[in-house]
């Protein structure tokens, strides 16, 4: 996956940090709504660009780990204040804790089950007890759709970047699904560069997600929806009593005036 490693330089101009401004809010107003007191620290898991991050370090003291180290030089060169950390969100241990843990679509390349399972493993040995972690897949096999898109921004030292994406339908019984991109980047005095950059994502059932959840010891699972409609799953250690229907009424009610707004 060339974007995320000798292509790293371009990401933000394949997605802008500016873009992830609705989705950073959502994400704060999730832990706020479902975590058993204060939230000051949070981990993330997968944290990529730092595109999340260069807005939820304004409430949060964020510790960033990704397996790319392209992008973590990425990531510090817009969040200089944040803590990053080489190390794969399946393997990962940092002998601390946090108010909460955010993986966000790095978990689509989680392939398989096992896989899956260290990550949510991962990210529950790094809660305290009340803490709450927040899952982002871009879809579960549930929500998944086939289909194309396109995007790209221009920089203000002359470069410029545009994409094409086709998300193709999963095989029967598959837990993975294929992403073809193609990447078209200019830049002062040098003709266009073509790059495609296949990508192999996961599809779990929501059913999935909720059982290695709980085999993680982890509780009150919230499936929700982001503004741009990515499934959510935030959840608590069980060890906590959870006022379980007070929170999903208050995260609903701030997401139906989120998307009303």
Request: net charge negative; with cysteine; proline share 14%.
């Given at each position: 996956m060339r974007i995320y490693s000798d292509l790293a330089p371009w990401f933000h101009l394949l997605t802008h940090p500016a873009d992830y401004e609705d989705e950073a809010d959502f994400i704060s107003r999730a832990v706020d709504a479902v975590v058993d007191g204060p939230a000051s620290t949070l981990l993330e898991l997968g944290s990529g660009g730092g595109n999340n991050a260069s807005h939820l370090k304004g409430r949060f003291t964020c510790t960033l780990t990704d397996l790319s180290p392209e992008m973590l030089e990425?990531?510090?060169?817009?969040?200089?204040?944040?803590?990053h950390v080489h190390g794969d969100m399946r393997t990962l241990r940092l002998g601390r804790t946090f108010d909460a843990v955010l993986a966000h679509d790095a978990v689509m390349y989680l392939t398989t089950e096992a896989d899956l399972q260290a990550a949510i493993e991962t990210a529950a040995v790094h809660l305290r007890p009340g803490g709450v972690a927040v899952l982002l897949p871009d879809a579960t096999l549930e929500s998944y759709a086939p289909g194309t898109d396109h995007g790209g921004h221009d920089g203000e030292d002359g470069r410029s970047l545009r994409y094409l994406e086709w998300t193709h339908a999963p095989e029967p019984g598959a837990t993975?699904?294929?992403?073809?991109?193609?990447?078209?980047?200019?830049?002062?005095?040098?003709?266009?560069?073509?790059?495609?950059?296949?990508?192999?994502?996961?599809?779990?059932?929501?059913?999935?997600?909720?059982?290695?959840?709980?085999?993680?010891g982890l509780g009150g699972v919230l499936p929700l929806e982001v503004p741009q409609a990515a499934a959510v799953v935030a959840v608590v250690p069980a060890m906590v009593r959870l006022r379980s229907e007070g929170l999903k009424r208050r995260v609903r009610q701030e997401h139906s005036h989120a998307a009303r707004s």
């Open positions: 990425l990531s510090r060169s817009i969040n200089p204040e944040c803590e993975t699904a294929e992403v073809d991109y193609v990447v078209v980047m200019r830049e002062p005095g040098r003709p266009p560069r073509v790059v495609p950059d296949p990508h192999t994502v996961g599809l779990f059932p929501e059913s999935t997600w909720a059982r290695l959840i709980g085999c993680a």
